[in-house]
């Protein structure tokens, strides 16, 4: 089996093999089938997302858009391919906000010049739950009980040093308090851990526990979105509450840079076009999802500030080597 560091060094051999070629002009694009690059598995939310949108993206240009996974090596596997194709806007890949932390550990050869993110068309947020019987009614009485307990309670979410460790980080952070983190290999697993008793707290994506959110089995103290969360509205977020911690898991979509402004350009305004569609909206509101309004340049800012950001965090977790 293939190890990262196998991976990254052929990503390596491929990323100096094709950094010189030049990009394809787009007059006219799209001429031919755009091809969709999954990194995740297929049934995947991202995998699912990706679909969905090559369905309704292939009726709004007028052309073919088949979907293909190549897992592996935290995404190195899809982007050390796409790194092989010309850089003309017929090779599409997917992308999350977890390659900011792939990129931060160092897992691929690659940084966010390498690719332009047109747009992400999906985000999540965190939130941090109790189960229904805690004594924790709000955040600040949980932040208040391990200011004073330091490590006094059991916290965990899914994945060591990934996006829920990240936001709890942030909010140590920004409330001055100490608490260990128990890493778990699912989302749905420390929530089952929640529910008997197995923790104290977990850092969530809501839409993950909504069953238990909606029996009163969890109750959640803070949401990380900025404002209040169309699907969990009566959450209070962490900024209302005193904590500046406003984060988001998102999907979308990128390109190689170079990519002719005439080929990414088209490909954001049919982006556009269906996102304005009733089958796209439902398919969002099926699955709770928002997405990010934000340009083709901001959403270079965001990658290029989360990837500082995570780097910073995993130095000062210990978990960047």
Do not use: C
């Not at 851990?193 to 959110?213: F, M, R």
Request: charged letters at 20%; glycine letters at 8%; proline letters at 4%.
């Amino acid at each position: 089996m293939k190890t990262l560091k196998t991976l990254a060094a052929a990503a390596s051999l491929s990323l100096l093999a094709f950094t010189l070629t030049a990009p394809v002009q787009a007059a006219d694009y799209p001429e031919k089938d755009i091809r969709f690059v999954v990194w995740s598995a297929a049934g995947s939310p991202l995998d699912s997302m990706m679909r969905q949108l090559a369905r309704q993206l292939s009726a709004e240009l007028g052309v073919q858009v088949p979907v293909e996974n190549r897992t592996g090596g935290s995404g190195a596997v899809a982007m050390s391919y796409v790194m092989t194709q010309p850089a003309d806007g017929y090779t599409v890949l997917s992308t999350t906000a977890s390659m900011t932390f792939t990129m931060a550990k160092g897992q691929v050869p690659f940084s966010p010049d390498n690719f332009t993110v047109l747009r992400a068309l999906q985000a999540e947020p965190s939130a941090v739950a109790v189960r229904g019987d805690s004594d924790f009614q709000t955040m600040e009485d949980f932040v208040e009980y391990l200011q004073q307990n330091p490590n006094g309670l059991r916290v965990g979410g899914y994945a060591s040093a990934g996006f829920h460790q990240f936001v709890f980080y942030r909010l140590q952070e920004e409330a001055d308090f100490e608490a260990a983190w128990i890493p778990f290999d699912g989302g749905n697993e420390a929530a089952m851990a929640l529910l008997g008793g197995h923790l104290d707290a977990a850092v969530l994506t809501p839409s993950s526990a909504l069953a238990q959110i909606e029996s009163g089995e969890f109750r959640l103290l803070g949401i990380s979105t900025d404002g209040r969360d169309e699907y969990f509205p009566d959450t209070p977020t962490f900024k209302e509450q005193g904590y500046d911690v406003v984060e988001s898991i998102w999907r979308g979509v990128m390109v190689r840079s170079g990519t002719p402004d005439e080929a990414t350009d088209r490909l954001l305004e049919a982006i556009a076009a269906v996102e304005q569609t009733e089958s796209w909206q439902e398919f969002m509101r099926n699955n709770m999802q928002s997405s990010l309004d934000l340009t083709k340049d901001e959403m270079q800012e965001l990658v290029r500030r989360e990837v500082e950001s995570r780097r910073t965090f995993l130095e000062n977790s210990g978990n960047l080597n």
